[in-house]
């Protein structure tokens, strides 16, 4: 706070004249009163022994309570490597991170990574799991790992992410796999194809949670940063790791960084309906890493066992004829239309019937060609669920049929001999 002091020394018959409280206000004539001044402007009086400026504050968010919301600053990091000098090809090992990071350890077996024009170059050849680890950083939920990647092509294995040790397969891993495939190696385990990668530029980011992490990538038909995978184990400390999976790997890596400030995604809305049963209610306020989500009320549905479960009313009967009754010759149904292939046929069936007196009898040729039956429901609209259930049988074991909806067939079924029932839901 800055404090503005004015003192008058008049030496007049009361000399000398000093001056240390302004709580009489302006007015002052012949100074004969020590709490008066003359004028004043943009000063504020109102403490005693003090004068204060007026003027307003010309700073914005001055005590910085919640974020530094009208301020800029610098981004620090915990590790950030640019690869600033060169190192020719088995020099990489024992260096520092440039400019933060501490030592990198390498291992390179055959003499093929490099630095070199401001990023790290893997050149073909190396030996599978060869590659660079950072020193260990405390699990911490929110802290991330920021990798600039550029593979030459879609053949090699790229291995990006959190190890927790300093050789072999990264623990936690996204993965550049062979043939333009994305995968995820969540804890150590099984990889999950979550997508497709060309050679070209891609940035990585993996967010630690308490438990497990979550995956980013921008680059390719990626054009904003998306969400590939979160996983949900694993809660050791983390090694910025990157190596390869195999002789064939030919990429460069640039602007390996694990910023201080720490960032958690906030869901739009979450729920793991654990609650009383009863009525669903609303999503929870707490996401699953702490964050803080808003509630939104559900529609439709109610808990039972930590389940929300959803329960459709049963609509009337569409199909007209459902039990292919009406017939206007022995191989045409009034109500159905007939499709074959072949010399495949469908047939009106009179003595094996599972109710009412007739069933439709398909003949499949030799060739197997298709027969089949179908009705047009123009009464079901769009986004509608339906439901159909049927019974069937076959004249051997090992013939299969199946329900259709449009071009979405549903699973092959295999009666035997007996009569069997079947449901099949599909939606419009």
Known sequence: MLHKYKYKYSYAASSPWTQSNWAGGSGQTSWSDITKFSTSTNVTTSTPNQITLASAEKFSNTTFDTDLTSWTGTQSYTLDDEFTTNRSAGAVNGTSAEPTGGTRTVTDTGSKISIASSALTFATGETTNDGLWYTSLARGAGKTLFQKIVPSDTNGIINIGWDTNTSGAINDRLVFAAAGVLQIVPNGGSAIAVGTYTATTYYIAGVMRSTGFYWYIKGGAFTNWSLLWQSASGTAAGIPSLNVGSTTSVFTADDIRVPTTTWMPTPLAYDSFTRADGAI????????????TSSLAWTGGAISSNTNVITPTLGSELLTDGGLENWTSATNLTSWTEQIAGTSTVNQESSTIHGG?????????????????????TNFGIGNYGSVTYWARSSATGKTLSFAQNSNSGPARNPGTTWTQYTDTFRS
């Open 281 to 292: 209610g609303s999503t929870e306020t707490t996401g699953p890493d702490s964050q803080t």
């Open 357 to 377: 007196t007739y069933s439709v009898r398909e003949d499949i040729d030799a060739s197997n060609n298709f027969g089949q039956i179908f009705q047009a429901l």
